[in-house]
């Protein structure tokens, strides 16, 4: 499968997984010196290999004639100036974007939150597309693989393209969560420590791999 087929596979799933709905929401992948994006206006549920643009790092179209990449593609380039990533999911999940609409950030009240890096920064809102959205994105998520967009949605980076998608269901999961017991009462956050304590336990035991 080539790398465009296997993006528009990934936005299709997004879709199926609830985490936008239309054409909300944009994905992209590094392959070699290029970077692959959905394209503009791409409902995600319906998207093909024919969807997915190719730009070079500045963001140049390699193919003049091919469909404008997603108005985000500022903000997709940014990630990969900023780390080792090799794939980006942004997404309008509902969970998420509930969250993002309320809180400066995600605590942690579960410890897999500790997967993407600790307490889920709230980028400030800004007009999509803009290079004042893609600064705070890239602020928010220094340090972590996952980020809200105040009122707009979530990001998640990864070291693949299933690895992104993986760590945008777990926010979305979070973000369910927190509002579940939030609706029930305080929300019981851990300590420092106790994360501290996670984190030891996990390396210890290989968390999260297979045995």
Known sequence: MSGREQLAA????????????????????????????????????????DDVVAVAPDGTPRDPEAAAPTSELPLHLGVY????????VH????????????????????????????????????????????????SALEGRSAALMANHGAVAHGSSLEQALERALLL????????????LGPVRTLTEEQQHEVVLAALARHYGSPA
Not at 18 to 30: A, D, E, I, K, P
Not at 103 to 131: C, K, N
Not at 172 to 183: K, Q
């Open 10 to 49: 990934a936005a299709r799933r997004v879709a199926a997984e609830g985490l936008v709905v239309g054409t909300g929401g944009n994905l992209s992948v590094r392959e070699g010196a290029d970077v692959l994006v959905t394209a503009s206006g791409v409902d995600l549920s319906r998207c093909t290999a």
């Open 81 to 88: 100036a900023d780390t080792d990533a090799l794939a980006v």
């Open 172 to 183: 979305e999961w979070l973000s369910a969560l927190h509002h579940r017991a939030s609706a």
């Open 91 to 138: 997404v309008h999940a509902p969970w998420s974007t509930a969250i993002a609409c309320v809180l400066d950030e995600l605590p942690v009240a579960h410890y897999q939150q500790l997967l993407l890096g600790g307490p889920i920064r709230v980028a400030p809102y800004a007009t999509f597309g803009t290079p004042e959205l893609a600064a705070g994105v890239r």
